[in-house]
């Protein structure tokens, strides 16, 4: 068994291979905390959530880590705005945080950093740079010597002389130097006390402590958003590797963005894209096949076509899973071949695209077979009480490793979306309030919608029609 990602680091695909103990470890960076998590920062929490729950489930050992950044420049301003202690607004924002990812319904990654809980580690990783000539200190601050690291570069592509002029800053040397470590100033009101004096860690050497801290060095895939290959990323490298001249992360995993065009989402931005909002309206199984269906390192428009393409997945998905569970009720006594064979090949795929660089749509595309199949054969006849459970149990093992597995638990109610669920609860008033008229064209609706009405002794009940 083989599986390969694509590795930014060597442009190619590359073999997950564990550490020496046995695990794959697997470090993506995790949001600031200063606000409320978008459906942007959820794609490499869906990503690499999804990515060990698929190594576990082929019998892998993982280790996922996604850090929290509780300490950064965005805080200060963001809790100056509010008007409270900035250490307030991170410990709100990382419980809204967590709040937030449990709503998929993934679990949590196996350890989740505080920069906060790490500046023992922080602080000693800078000392190594400054001890090894790769850092300077300077009024307060401690500076990374960006051409004393001769592989500077390695992860972007990127030359010296190309880098952008950053800010050139009256203490470095040298303006592609970046800071480690920022001595206190004023208007902040959080501060750790250092061998350079009190002040704050910068946002990419917290990285290289956490990751190290829980993972060792040469770990199995660091991931992240794209957006964070330069600076951050690189500078994770330059950190790590100057410090222990060993290799840091074996494989460099980057999810592409989304794209948050549409007009009408990018004038009210913030509200309706925070995660919970989106989950709320749509319901954990369907983001998540939203998410899913497109491969992470292609662009996702965010839309609401798209979410509603990803809810009809979701409910062919459950329909089928519903079909088998009603022909479990009245079984039949042939083996139906042809639905063999279409499991067979549908795990193949699954498995074929999945290892191929984590090639989710084509994991999808697999499943979608496989529930035609199901479809197909229910239609000729009935399947024996074995087979079906067989099916049935290989559809939700499928469904599960790509954390998908609440559409296999089919419940009466939940199937029919949400609009639906809605003009049967406003057509139960409009009958309570004995308007007859506006209770059938509400029907009528519905039927339109695919679904069928029956009243039943517990109220109504809507199935796919
Ligand atoms: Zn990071």
């Known amino acids: ?26 470090y993506a960076c995790g949001p600031t905390v200063y606000s409320r998590i978008h459906i942007g920062n959820a794609r490499p929490f869906v990503v690499f959530s999804v990515l060990k729950r698929y190594l576990e489930r082929r019998g892998m050992r993982a280790r996922l880590v996604i850090n929290v950044t509780d300490v950064n420049d965005k805080i200060y301003d963001a809790a100056r705005a509010e008007g409270i202690p900035s250490t307030e607004l991170a410990e709100r924002c990382t419980r809204q945080y967590m709040a937030d990812t449990d709503l998929l319904g993934l679990g949590r990654p196996d350890a989740e950093p505080l920069v906060t809980g790490c500046m023992p580690e922080i602080i000693a990783l800078i000392d190594d740079l400054v001890e090894r000539g790769l850092a300077y200190a300077a009024g307060g601050d401690v500076y990374f010597r960006v051409r004393a690291f001769p592989d500077y570069g390695c992860l972007s592509g990127r030359r010296l002389d190309d880098m952008p002029d950053t800010d050139p ?5 040298d303006p592609l130097d970046f800071a480690l470590w920022k001595g206190l100033k004023d208007g902040e009101d959080a501060s750790w006390e250092s061998p350079w004096g009190p002040g704050r860690p910068g946002w990419h050497i917290e990285c290289s402590a956490m ?9 199995s895939v660091h991931g992240g958003g794209i957006d964070l290959v330069f600076p951050h990323h690189e500078n994770e490298i330059a ?7 060993a ?13 948050l065009s549409d007009s009408k989402m990018s004038k009210s931005i913030g509200n309706i894209a925070l995660l919970a909002d989106v989950v709320e309206r749509w319901g954990a199984d369907t983001v998540i096949a939203y998410f899913m269906q497109s491969h992470y390192r292609s662009r996702l428009p965010f839309s609401d076509e798209r979410l509603h393409d990803a809810e009809a997945a979701c409910r062919r998905i459950r329909n089928a899973v519903r079909a088998l569970d009603r022909a479990l009720d009245e079984p039949g006594d ?24 984590f ?4 994991a999808m595309a697999a499943i979608f077979d496989l529930v ?9 006849g009935r399947p024996p009480e074995g087979q079906l459970q067989e099916v049935r149990l290989e559809l939700s093992g499928l469904l599960d490793m790509l954390g998908l597995a609440g559409l296999a638990s089919a419940g009466g109610a939940d199937e029919a979306p949400p609009e639906v669920l809605d003009m049967v609860r406003r057509r139960e008033e409009a009958r309570v309030a004995r308007d007859f008229a506006e209770a059938d064209a509400l029907r009528d609706a519905i039927v339109a919608a695919g679904f069928e009405l029956r009243d039943g002794p517990d109220g109504p009940e809507v199935v796919p029609a």
């Not at 840091?248 to 794209?259: D, G, V």
């Not at 090639?359 to 084509?362: A, E, I, K, L």
């Open 247 to 259: 290799p840091f992360a074996r494989i460099w995993m980057h999810n592409e963005m989304l794209e």
């Open 1 to 26: 068994m083989s599986i390969r990602l694509h590795s930014t680091l060597t442009g190619a695909d590359e073999q997950v291979q564990p550490g020496p103990d046995g695990v794959i470890g697997i």
């Open 169 to 173: 800053g009256d203490l470095k040397e």
């Open 359 to 362: 090639g989710t749509p084509g």
């Open 211 to 219: 990751a190290e801290r829980e993972l060792g060095m040469a770990f």
């Open 372 to 380: 035609r199949a199901i479809n197909q054969a229910l239609e000729r």
């Open 334 to 357: 042939a083996n139906d071949v042809a639905l063999a064979t279409a499991v067979m090949d549908a795990r193949m795929r699954f498995f074929d695209a999945m290892d191929d660089d």
């Open 239 to 245: 950190q790590s590797e100057g410090a222990h001249g």
